[in-house]
C-alpha cells in the first residue's frame, strides 16, 4: 500500500503517533503541502511566460500575487478558524479542488482577466487544504512536531522543486506551458478525490459526532450560529492574548515580509541576470534542491540541538546574504552566494511555523486563522511598486534585509522558556 509506503520511507513510523490516526490519513495530510507547492512552483516560474505573452507591466505581475492574498485574506481566516470545530476532510478536499480549478483556469486563460481569475481562485483553494494540514501534523505528532513539520517541509521543497522541474522539461520538449499548467491541475484534481473519501481524526474541541462544540445549540438557529461564531472568536483571542503564540506570530509575520522581496525574483533573474525561460527554471529547481539538503540536515539537528539557536544564525545569515546575492558579479557568483541563501532561508519557516502551531495545541485553527490575516499588508503590490520605482534588484535587497533585520530581532527577545523542545 502507497500509504504504509509513504509512513515507511519517511520514517515517520519512528516518531511517536497520536493513537487512531491511520497511514492512509498521514500520508494524505502530509501530501497537502506538496501538491500545492507544485502548483505553485510552476505558476511561480512562468511569470516571465505570463508577462511576454500577456504583456503585462511589473506592477500588473505583482497584482496578481497580491489578488491571490486578497482572496486568500478573506477565505483562509473562516477557514482556519473551522479546523479546530469543524470537518476537516471537506476543507482539504474542497481546497484541494479549487486548486485544480486555478491551474486549469490559467492553462486555458485567454487573457489577462481570465488569468487573474485563475490566480483569485488559488486563493480560495489554497488555505483550507494546506493550513489544515499543517494543522494535523502537528497534532499527529505531538511529542516530535517540528521533527514532523520539518519533513512536512522537506516534502514542500520537493513539490517546489518538481514545479520548475516540470517547466524546465516541458520547454526542452517542445510543450506548452498552457499543457504543463492543465496537466498539473488534473493530477491535483485525483488527489482531491482521494481526500474526499478518507477520514480524519476530529478536532480537539469536537462533539463525538464530528461536530464542534458550539454546533450542539442548534446550529441551524441563529441562536446557534451566534454561539458558533462566540467560540470562533473566543478561540482567537487566547491566541493573541498568550505570550507564546503571540511571539512566535510576530516572527512570522517578519518572515512574511521577508519573503515579500522575492515576489519579482524571477523576472529579474530573465530580465536583468539574463536567463531564458528554461534556465530559470532550472535555476529555480537547484534551489530547491539546495532547500531539500537544508531540511535533511535539519531534522537531524533537531535531534540534537535547540531550535531557537538555529533561527537565530539562519535569521542573521539572512541579513546579509539578500544584497550579497544581488550584487553578485555574473551567474557563478549569483550561484555561490545563492546557495547559503536558499540553505538559510529554508530553515525559518518549518520552526517558526511549527513553534506557533504547538503554542496552543488545541488552538492550531486559530492560530492558523491570524497568520491568514497577514495579507491585509498588500507586501507584494508594494514590493511590484518601489521595483517598478528603483528598480528590480536594489527593492529586493533592501526589503529583504528590512525583514531579516526584523525577524532577528524578534528571535532575540524570545526568552528560551518560549522555545518549546523538540521531541
Known sequence: MFSSRFVRYT?????????????????????ARFADEVLSGAWTVLTPTFRAVFRLSLVQIGFLSQLLNWVALVVEPLAAVHIDVGDRRLLMAGGALALAGSAVMMGLAPGYAVLALGFGLYGVGSGPLVLTA???????????????????????????????????????????????????????????LSLAGTRFPRPALSTPDGTGDADRESPDSPVGWAVH???????????????RARTWLVVLLCFDLFEAAFVLKYIWLHDSVGLGQPLVAVYATVEQVVDLVALAMLDRWLARRDAGHILRYAASALVVLPTAWVVAPGIAGRIAVGIPLAFAYTLIWPLAKSQSLTAIPELGGATQA??????ILPLAL??????????????????????????????????????????
Open 11 to 31: 520514517r515517520l513510523d519512528r516518531l511517536h503517533r497520536s493513537a487512531g490516526v491511520s497511514d492512509r490519513a498521514v500520508a494524505l495530510g502530509f501530501v
Open 134 to 192: 499543517d494543522v494535523l501534523v502537528v497534532e499527529t505528532f505531538p511529542g516530535a512536531s517540528e521533527r514532523a513539520y520539518s519533513r512536512a517541509t522537506f516534502l514542500d521543497t520537493l513539490g517546489a522543486l518538481v514545479g520548475p522541474g516540470v517547466v524546465a522539461l516541458a520547454a526542452a520538449f517542445g510543450l506548452s506551458w498552457r499543457v504543463v499548467l492543465v496537466g498539473l491541475g488534473g493530477c491535483v484534481g485525483v488527489y482531491a
Open 229 to 243: 461564531v462566540a467560540r470562533l472568536v473566543a478561540n482567537g483571542r487566547t491566541v493573541v492574548r498568550d505570550r
Open 370 to 375: 491570524i497568520t491568514a490575516l497577514f495579507p
Open 382 to 423: 508594494v514590493e511590484a511598486r518601489v521595483a517598478a520605482a528603483v528598480g528590480v534588484g536594489p527593492a529586493m535587497a533592501a526589503t529583504a534585509t528590512l525583514g531579516a533585520l526584523l525577524m532577528l530581532l524578534a528571535l532575540r527577545a524570545i526568552p528560551p522558556s518560549l522555545v518549546k523542545a523538540t521531541g
